[in-house]
């Protein structure tokens, strides 16, 4: 919802960082990386000839993408690049980084005024992914914030998007912090905050959306409040039905945000039960042919360099 926002208001350009969770998700539905290309990636973790030491899941990338027109299907929808930041297993250090690179975007973007135009931050928008535990815990975040408004530094506002899921690791959100939302942080720096339901799909599309409008005409940071929850452990050794068995007990109970969803869309006369059925097999399918056909990926070292130097040109041969 905020890529197809920011090419619908002009943006030529998106930078994206946030931590590993979700990424390899991101990375495929947003960015149009292939699952099979991900599976190689993971098969050969410990022999690639492009590992330094580090996991998959960290890895950035860079695509250009063309979106959905809002006028409908029949017109060509707006392209937008994208760029995803590596990021270490250090939760928020990339968020400086993002901003570094957007600034440098939006400086080649209008070099007579130091990318501190209007038009040039319209043109380039930073995405920052949070969790809710790292966001209101790490000085990082309010670090980063504090720049919005300094002349050298600005971008014209990030969006902000912190996964709610009411959980860090296995602290519950009344002994992690002292305030009732994890983006109370942002309040400090005048930041507007919509809380929206994780449960309600059209709900987020609506809170990302004026996120991005408001950062359009404001040029400030915008942060959404994604309350969810987490429905499996922290990673494949925790399991929360030991550390938190009442909590766990309730999530194992509610319905998943696809079922629920695709009752409502039933309920309300928009689809039925068996085309809803033909997408999960449809999507099943097209999972298990990337699979089966990874073997045919190369692994390229463009997946560690997401900056733009490399569309300029080689660079000289040394004499």
């Known amino acids: 919802a905020v890529v197809e926002a920011a090419a619908a208001v002009g943006t030529e350009s998106l930078v994206m960082g946030m931590a590993h969770r979700g990424r390899l998700n991101i990375l495929n539905n947003v960015f149009g990386k292939p699952l099979g290309q991900i599976c190689t990636e993971m098969k050969s973790e410990g022999s690639s000839s492009f590992n330094v030491g580090d996991v998959r899941y960290h890895l950035g990338t860079r695509s250009t993408v063309q979106v959905d027109h809002p006028d409908g299907p029949t017109i060509e929808g707006p392209t937008i690049e994208l760029s995803m930041a590596p990021n270490p297993s250090h939760l928020e250090a990339v968020n400086a980084v993002v901003a570094g690179m957007v600034r440098s975007k939006q400086m080649r973007t209008d070099p007579r005024r130091g990318g501190r135009s209007r038009t040039s931050q319209r043109k380039v928008l930073g995405l920052l992914l949070h969790g809710d535990a790292a966001f209101?815990?790490?000085?990082?975040?309010?670090?980063?914030?504090?720049?919005?408004?300094?002349?050298?530094?600005?971008?014209?506002?990030?969006?902000?998007?912190?996964?709610?899921?009411?959980?860090?690791?296995?602290?519950?959100?009344?002994?992690?912090?002292?305030?009732?939302?994890?983006?109370?942080?942002?309040?400090?720096?005048?930041?507007?905050?919509?809380?929206?339901?994780?449960?309600?799909?059209?709900?987020?599309?609506?809170?990302?959306?004026?996120?991005?409008?408001?950062?359009?005409?404001?040029?400030?940071?915008?942060?959404?409040?994604?309350?969810?929850?987490?429905?499996?452990?922290?990673?494949?050794?925790?399991?929360?039905?030991?550390?938190?068995?009442?909590?766990?007990?309730?999530?194992?109970?509610?319905?998943?945000?696809?079922?629920?969803?695709?009752?409502?869309?039933?309920?309300?006369?928009?689809?039925?039960?068996?085309?809803?059925?033909?997408?999960?097999?449809?999507?099943?399918?097209?999972?298990?042919?990337?699979?089966?056909?990874?073997?045919?990926y190369v692994e390229s070292p463009e997946d560690w360099v997401v900056s733009s130097w490399q569309q300029r040109g080689a660079a000289p041969e040394s004499q």
Request: aromatic share 8%; proline share 6%.
């Open 136 to 296: 209101c815990g790490l000085g990082a975040n309010a670090e980063v914030m504090q720049l919005q408004d300094l002349p050298d530094y600005t971008t014209g506002g990030t969006i902000h998007i912190v996964v709610n899921n009411q959980i860090g690791f296995t602290t519950v959100p009344r002994r992690a912090r002292s305030s009732p939302h994890p983006s109370d942080v942002a309040k400090g720096y005048g930041a507007p905050i919509f809380h929206v339901n994780g449960d309600d799909p059209e709900a987020v599309v609506r809170a990302c959306r004026l996120a991005v409008d408001f950062r359009y005409e404001w040029g400030v940071d915008c942060v959404v409040n994604l309350v969810c929850y987490r429905r499996l452990g922290h990673n494949e050794q925790d399991d929360p039905s030991i550390t938190l068995p009442l909590l766990s007990r309730a999530i194992q109970a509610q319905p998943t945000v696809a079922d629920s969803y695709a009752a409502r869309l039933i309920g309300d006369g928009d689809t039925t039960e068996e085309e809803v059925g033909a997408w999960r097999a449809q999507c099943e399918a097209e999972f298990q042919e990337q699979y089966l056909g990874a073997s045919q």
